[in-house]
Structures are given as C-alpha cells and as structure tokens.
C-alpha cells in the first residue's frame, strides 16, 4: 500500500477505483505482501530451517490458503473445519499440526485417518482420548504435547495464553506424569513438545523466557523429542511509532537452544504472515457533529471487523485520497451496529472527509473477516485479491435476501 500523487495504490491497483468496481465494505488483500511477509519469516530463521505451519484460525480464505501453501508454508489448524480446509487449500497433511484444548473424539479420528504431522494434545484426558481412537484404528499416531510455561507475554490480556491461570497447555508436573505414563505406549508416539505463550508479542525476552523454560524442561525430563514446536504469536506494527519484535535475538536465542538438542523446530505465525496484508475499504455514510466532535459513521462495523470492538485494538484509518485540508477536530470513526462499543477510532484531528467518501481501515489480514458476523442481520464483506495490476474476488457474496 503506497501514496502516488495522493491517491492510495493496492500494488498497480489504485483503490479509487477499486471502490468504484466493488461494493463497500470490502477486506483487499495484495499478494506481494503475502509473499513479503513469508520471506521475511523464512530469512528471519535461515539457517534452523523451521517447518513453518500457517496458523489458519487468523485466516481460512481458501485462496490465501493457496497462496500460502504455494511458498511451501504447513497449516496449524485448530478444528476439523480448519483441517479440511486447509487440505482442501492442497496443504500436505504431512505439514499440518493441530492444537486446541478442546479437541472432539470425532476431530480426533478424522486427524488420525487425514494422516496429519501431529496433533499437539492440551490434557491427560485428550491423550488418553487419542490413545483410545488410535488402538481402534490399530495405529500408532505421532503426538505434541503442549507445555503451559508460566510466562506472561506481556500482550493484550484478553490474548494471552501462557500463564498457568490460562486454560492453555499443560503444567510442567502434569506433563512429567503423561510422559511417564504415555512414553511406551503402543499407539502413541511422542514426538513433539509445543508451547504458544500469546499473541501480538513485540518484546523478545517472553521468548527468551520460553526458551529457557522448555530447555529446562526437556532437561528435567530427559526425554527426546524430535520436535519443538514454538507456536506463533509474532507481533505487527499496527502503529507506525510502535516498536517491532528483535527477530535477531529471537533466532539467536533458538540457535542457542538447538546447539544444546537436536531437534526439529515447528513454527506456527499467523498475523505475522497476513496481518498487515489487508485493508478494510469503507465508505463513509454520513458525518454527524455533536459535542466538539466529529461522528464519523461508516458503513463498515464490528460485525465486519471486531478486534477494536473485542480488544480494545487500534487500527489505523487512512483516506484513499488524502488532502491538506485539516480539520482540528475530535473524530470518533463509529459503525452502524448499535452498540457503543462499535468504534474503531478516536483521532484528535484529520484531514476534511466528505459524506461517500472511502477509507481503509489498515492491517485487518489476521483475525479479521475470519470474526465476522452476521450480527444486527449484516451481511458480511467479501474479499478481494490484488495482484500487481489485476484483482480478484476471493470470496462469495452474502445476499440478504438468502439470509432472510
Ligand atoms: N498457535 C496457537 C496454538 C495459537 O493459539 C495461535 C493464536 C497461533 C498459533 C497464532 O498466533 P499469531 O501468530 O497469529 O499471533 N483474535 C486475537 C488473536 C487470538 C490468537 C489466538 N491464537 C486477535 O485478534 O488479536
């Protein structure tokens, strides 16, 4: 996304123009930037050669998927939607891991016969579960077990998975006991140890905590795993003036890790692949003064997008023709949904805007049109592809009426 001649530009595709071709409000995505992005994960950890599996849950479009397969990337799923979705995206099941706390009997048997790389177990009920269905279809299944490292990853609360007050992983005595109970089972092989200790993570020294915490473990435990799986968590740059993760220490920390034990490291990054890949294009419906500000009323809301509405996160708004006309002036950028709490903006000044004027709401790649609703009977937005001078619709229309 760049500025040419104060017109806002999607690759070669200039979203004025867009706006005029496709319905408002619209998720656009570029290709390049997917394509940035998964090389930039790849450079960041050359040399350890990970097995980066794509976190579907931050987004399952069927075409992103494919995309992100065609570089190579796995899948982390964490449903047998999920799975099948991803298998469906031609991901090999060879490269997909499945996590969750809440795994179904049915999720699990359907894991087992689609072959899958592991499925990453969260209790000593679900691995006994797997051992179960496992004994059933006379196989040996290849298992996770996923570590809770009592760490705080210092993120949105509402986001954080990686203390023990979290329903996530399992505690280190807890998880001595399964690997004693389980480590000769006949159906079961335990393969891989994983932890994911949050999300949107910008400081490295959570890692570097987690990182010290599974190396005290597989210590502990003397046990040898052929994989570690690192989860994802990754952060993004949501506001420019914000500071961005040290992959540099990260990796250096991992290189440590991997020096000490031979094993094979699992990524699992979502919004560090798609997060800043998209734009919400909306259209403003009306501009409604009130109060020394500006209400300024989209036809975009939280049913489209809910992360300021959920967590209180802050997306940048940007015009997709900026102008030197500024306005100082509070604006409250709002939703038509009625709730208060659908709002995604509060600026303290900004350029003039018009009534049918379009915006773009930025970085809403990850956990964006995967949390949409129909909420207040709103249809949801489709997506849109560019790549270089063409785009694409990436996603089936809603119609109302269908709905009805
Ligand atoms: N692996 C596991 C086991 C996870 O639970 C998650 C995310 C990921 C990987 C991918 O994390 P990422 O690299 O995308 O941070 N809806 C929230 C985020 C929820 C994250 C859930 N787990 C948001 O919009 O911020």
């Known amino acids: 996304m760049l500025y040419k001649k104060n017109n806002l530009y999607i690759e070669k595709v200039s979203s004025i123009s867009l706006s005029k071709k496709v319905k408002t409000p619209f998720y656009c995505y570029s290709y390049k930037k997917i394509e940035d992005n998964i090389n930039r994960f790849k450079s960041n950890f050359k040399s350890i050669k990970p097995l980066i599996c794509f976190s579907v849950k931050s987004n399952n479009n069927l075409h992103i998927l494919k995309i992100i397969r ?66 059933k279809n006379k196989k040996k299944i290849n298992i996770g077990l996923r570590l809770n490292p009592n760490i705080d990853a210092q993120t949105l609360k509402k986001i954080s998975t990686g203390r023990n007050e979290d329903k996530f992983g399992i505690n280190e005595k807890e998880l001595l006991k399964i690997l004693k109970a389980f480590h000769n089972s006949k159906h079961l092989k335990i393969k891989c140890l994983s932890v994911h200790i949050g999300s949107q993570i910008l400081d490295h020294k959570p890692y570097s905590k987690m990182i010290k915490v599974i190396n005290n473990f597989i210590n502990k435990s003397k046990y040898k795993f052929e994989y570690i799986d690192l989860g994802g968590g990754m952060g993004i740059n949501y506001n420019l003036n914000k500071k961005v993760l040290n992959y540099k220490k990260y990796y250096s920390e991992i290189k440590k ?29 009306y501009i409604k003064p009130a109060n020394n500000k500006n209400f300024i009323i989209l036809d975009a809301a939280m049913n489209d997008f809910m992360r300021p509405a959920l967590y209180g996160a802050s997306h940048n708004i940007v015009p997709l023709k900026k102008n030197r006309n500024i306005l100082n002036k509070v604006h409250d950028f709002v939703g038509p949904v009625c709730e208060s709490t659908d709002k995604f903006l509060t600026l303290k000044k900004y350029q003039k805007l018009k009534k049918n004027e379009i915006l773009a709401i930025c970085d809403v790649g990850a956990y964006g049109i995967v949390l949409a609703s129909n909420y207040n009977l709103r249809t949801k937005p489709i997506e849109v592809l560019v790549n270089s001078s063409k785009f694409k619709i990436i996603s089936k229309r809603e119609y109302i009426n269908k709905i009805i």
């Not at 990337?73 to 469906?88: F, P």
């Not at 099941?93 to 009997?105: D, R, W």
């Not at 094979?264 to 979502?270: D, Q």
């Not at 692949?273 to 294009?281: K, N, S, T, Y």
């Open 70 to 135: 065609s570089f190579g990337l796995g899948a982390d799923v964490v449903s047998k939607g999920e799975l099948l979705r991803a298998i469906k995206a031609g991901i090999n099941p060879n490269k997909i891991v499945f996590s969750g706390v809440g795994k179904t009997p049915e999720e699990i048997n359907f894991a087992i016969k689609k072959k899958i790389l592991l499925i990453n177990a969260e209790s000593h009920s679900e691995v006994e579960t797997i051992e179960n269905i496992a004994k």
């Open 257 to 285: 890790f991997l020096k000490k034990h031979r094993v094979k490291i699992i990524f699992e990054p979502g919004r560090s692949i798609i997060g800043d890949a998209a734009l919400l294009i909306t259209k403003i419906i």
